[in-house]
């Protein structure tokens, strides 16, 4: 079965540090990958994606997120985080996009 | 080009009512997928429709959830006898083809509240 683990709920950094939140998959077959933010009260907006080649992906808003397939990860990362970065962030697997609890991201000044 | 657009953006049911929430999907996308987020949680998968066909619908509640995409029109997310546990919001995304090889854009959401 097609399953997303994010293990952490809640990630607070400091305005400008480095930022990496983790998504962990369970996929029967090499997994259609997504990161999506949500902003409060707002839909979701995709922010990178994988299908297949390099396994470093770049995405939008200064993301990146890197596809390993001997630890099932699709983590995600920007070098340097702005406060409008503060949002939900979902990772998802699958053509039908199975979701992930999601990492509320807090950004201090 | 519109973006998704799900309607109504809130929408109040008493219990024991039924509830229609609608998803008109971006021009020239025939690829439909329904999520309904619980407060403070993540997006459940529902349902995954192709113009007139359920292709995934292992997300769904066996009984009092139906969803349609017709040939014409918007798709259905229909939730009869609805009871509190149904309140949360639901969010439909489109894409012009699957998901593995187009981008799926995400509507607004409706918000049902169930009093």
């Known amino acids: 079965a097609q399953s997303v683990t994010q293990p952490d709920i809640h990630i607070t950094v400091s305005e400008g540090a480095s930022l990496e939140l983790r998504c962990n998959y369970s996929?029967?077959?090499?997994?259609?990958l997504f990161w999506y933010v949500q902003s409060p009260g707002q839909g979701l907006q995709l922010l990178l994606k994988?299908?297949?080649?390099?396994?470093l992906v770049q995405g939008i808003k200064g993301f990146e997120a890197e596809f390993k397939r001997s630890q099932s990860s699709f983590n995600l990362r920007k070098p340097s985080v702005h406060w409008s970065d503060a949002a939900e962030y979902f990772c998802?697997?699958?053509?039908?996009?199975?979701f992930g609890a999601g990492t509320r991201l807090t950004v201090k000044p | 080009n519109a973006g998704v657009m799900q309607n109504p953006r809130h929408l109040v049911r008493r219990r024991g009512q039924e509830a229609r929430l609608r998803c008109s999907p971006m021009?020239?996308?025939?690829?439909v997928y329904w999520y309904r987020q619980l407060p403070e949680e993540g997006l459940k998968f529902m349902v995954y429709?192709?113009?007139?066909?359920?292709?995934?619908e292992s997300g769904m509640p066996k009984e009092r959830f139906s969803a349609e995409f017709p040939k014409e029109g918007p798709s259905i997310l229909r939730i009869q006898q609805v009871v509190r546990g149904d309140s949360a919001a639901y969010f439909c995304?489109?894409?012009?083809?699957?998901?593995?090889?187009?981008?799926?854009?995400f509507g607004q959401g409706t918000r049902l509240t169930v009093v």
């Open positions: 998802a697997v699958g053509a039908a996009m199975r």
């Open positions: 996929y029967g077959a090499t997994p259609y």
């Open positions: 995304a489109s894409s012009p083809r699957g998901t593995g090889v187009a981008e799926a854009f």
């Open positions: 994988y299908f297949s080649g390099d396994t």
């Open positions: 429709l192709q113009k007139e066909n359920i292709i995934d």
């Open positions: 021009k020239g996308h025939s690829h």
